[in-house]
């Protein structure tokens, strides 16, 4: 079954109207047909639809019923990434969003290699637009939320607002693995900050030790900056949701 | 420091020769010079070297210490994943190699999208080259062997050689999560099949079961081809690394 996320404002509880990309995917590329059945997802809920008229800019739905679905985490993972280059941001994106992440915020450190132009808007849509897709495609009714560029000093003011700040660090020994920090938090809404392609400067790191954040190590090897915000959803997702810490 | 792995045949305990895309990459794109230092990694062990001659061919370096490295897996964690396109295998051998997998079998199933001509050779040659470079970038002394194409029959009879044998299977409900099977085992060579795009067939599963494979679920999300084996080597990783299972 075909999936895809509306607006609210396209909503309105005994029918519906899917727009845009998604009109276009069902008329062009699926080829559907009055009658078919897709789902929608709004407001986190998801309803199963039944094609009623499909119309050049927007196809119209009559909801058929409720859709029960639970897939996603009890636990809000927030990924703090150092601003790579987009074809990286876009594939951390897709994967966060399969794995269930809450949201995610390009961060600009130290090291980051890419540089903001301040005349020229960093577009995002196309991040977005991915993430999206990936939530459609994962079965989840949230899609991660992806954030324009914020600076390293508006990454910090946002911590408050978090149960459980992490930063992986590839220089943290094992003592202090994600394992032991987890246990002793009982966390609704957790920020793991990940370093650019160089990594977290020393001086980033002296910054978020004075605010509370706790070093995690994701292991003796060095990961890239794509497959270290991807191992690190991996890992907390399956935490969260089947492992050995939420049971006890 | 730049690492490169070196064949066996290129060693001579006091000096080694590093040659082909390698002696490119130190002559051309790090412009090093006689007397700069590089680690050489031969048969899993890692040594600190000294440029002694740059020829076109060739690099000599000689030998001036053995240097400590500990990061490999304990545990040797192969996965087994349904064909695949290229660009996307490749993605999933280079992730998986810097999680420190042991092996990658592509297994053409079912639901492969991917066919093999029997009159062509299937180059993985390129997936190697990816294999190693992520190893080496990793800080590992080992690179994810990547084998080619085999069929489900083959790789069934190679899961007689391994202590546990998993299969990440979307259907699976949460009783059956990886925790509480790798709980019951104490494991040093783990197989885990992951599907292809199309999925694992129900009749796959059906063998499988027959053989002693556990199904296991990856958490509530359907998971995309490319994203499930590097979560579940995320998880592996991190679970006999530094998870509960081994300090228990």
Chains 1, 2 share one sequence.
Do not use: W
């Not at 390293?152 to 202090?176: H, M, P, W």
């Not at 399956?238 to 049971?247: P, Q, R």
Request: a neutral charge; one cysteine or more; glycine letters at 2%.
């Amino acid at each position: 079954m075909q999936r895809y996320f509306i607006d609210n404002e396209d909503f309105f509880i005994e029918y519906a109207f899917i727009k845009n990309q998604d009109a276009h995917h069902i008329r062009n590329v699926m080829r559907m047909q009055k009658n078919d059945e897709v789902s929608i997802i709004v407001d986190s809920c998801e309803y199963l639809s039944r094609i009623e008229n499909i119309e050049k800019e927007q196809i119209k739905v009559m909801i058929t019923k409720k859709i029960e679905n639970s897939n996603e985490l009890n636990t809000n993972i927030t990924i703090a990434h150092g601003l790579v280059k987009k074809d990286k941001m876009e594939q951390v994106v897709k994967t966060i969003s399969e794995l269930g992440a809450y949201a995610y915020y390009p961060v600009i450190m130290k090291r980051s290699t890419v540089t903001l132009d301040k005349n020229k808007e960093f577009k995002m849509d196309r991040c977005k637009l991915i993430s999206k897709e990936a939530a459609e495609l994962s079965r989840r009714v949230e899609m991660t939320k992806v954030f324009q560029p914020i600076s390293f000093e508006q990454i910090l003011s946002k911590s408050v607002f978090f149960d459980l700040c992490l930063v992986a660090y590839e220089n943290e020994d094992k003592q202090n693995s994600l394992d032991i920090v987890l246990k002793s938090f009982k966390s609704k809404n957790v920020l793991v900050i990940v370093g650019p392609e160089g990594g977290i400067d020393q001086s980033e790191i002296d910054v978020l030790m004075e605010r509370n954040f706790k070093k995690i190590s994701l292991g003796k090897r060095i990961l890239s900056t794509i497959t270290a915000p991807i191992a690190v959803t991996s890992i907390l997702a399956y935490y969260f949701e089947l492992g050995i810490t939420n049971e006890n």
